[in-house]
């Protein structure tokens, strides 16, 4: 079965210094990955998406993703953290028993210190 | 245009009312979807249509009614709802799959709903 875990609850960083989110996925087929962001009280918006066209995946935002098959990996980093960049993040597998349905991770909480 | 709008925004309710949640978008998006949201999780899958057609029901309890009256609209009806239903309800909407792989899902911004 598919899973995706998000090893930090919470990072905390200093405004302008590089962002690193981490995710470790499973997955049985070629998966597609995502990672999304939630600013607080508001829906999610995708920031990148990973379907093997590339590993290196570029996003909104100055956010980037890579996908590592040997380390079942797909984390995202951005090389200076902006204080809008304070929110909630999750990394997102496609479930293989249903194209209709998506694993979300458990959610990185992002903080951005001045 | 990647927007999904969701009506209203916040709403309270008692135990004993009746309301619904609207989605509407207009991206020629033919699945839809309900998610609800409690704090500090990540969402949970409610339900899905495809087509206008229920294809995926994660046992939702039936206080919660889905109905899609067409390929842009996807209403939530609510009736006689529980405190711990109270949550942000997430509307999301995608292409349908090709099986290609997984089409994005493009959310709404949410309805917290809060029963009393």
């Known amino acids: 079965a598919q899973s995706v875990t998000q090893l930090d609850s919470h990072v905390s960083v200093s405004e302008g210094t590089p962002v690193l989110l981490r995710c470790n996925y499973s997955s049985s087929y070629s998966p597609s990955l995502f990672w999304y962001v939630q600013h607080p009280n508001k829906g999610l918006q995708l920031l990148l998406k990973?379907?093997?066209?590339?590993?290196l995946v570029k996003g909104i935002n100055g956010f980037e993703a890579e996908f590592k098959k040997s380390e079942t990996s797909f984390h995202l980093t951005k090389p200076s953290a902006h204080m809008s960049d304070a929110a909630e993040y999750f990394c997102v597998v496609s479930d293989d028993s249903s194209a209709s349905k998506i694993i979300f991770g458990s959610g990185t909480r992002l903080s951005i210190r001045p | 245009d990647t927007e999904v709008t969701q009506t209203p925004k916040h709403l309270v309710m008692g135990m004993t009312n009746k309301k619904s949640l609207k989605c509407e978008q207009h991206?020629?998006?033919?699945?839809m979807y309900w998610y609800k949201q409690k704090a500090k999780k990540p969402p949970e899958l409610m339900f899905v249509?495809?087509?206008?057609?229920?294809?995926i029901n994660e046992s939702v309890p039936s206080r919660f009614s889905p109905e899609c009256p067409n390929s842009s609209l996807l209403n939530l009806h609510l009736h006689a709802l529980q405190p711990e239903d109270s949550a942000l309800y997430l509307c999301?909407?995608?292409?349908?799959?090709?099986?290609?792989?997984?089409?994005?899902?493009?959310f709404g911004p949410g309805t917290r709903l809060l029963v009393l």
């Open positions: 249509y495809s087509y206008e057609k229920l294809s």
């Open positions: 999301a909407s995608s292409q349908e799959s090709t099986g290609l792989g997984v089409e994005t899902q493009y």
């Open positions: 991206m020629g998006h033919r699945a």
């Open positions: 990973y379907t093997s066209a590339a590993t």
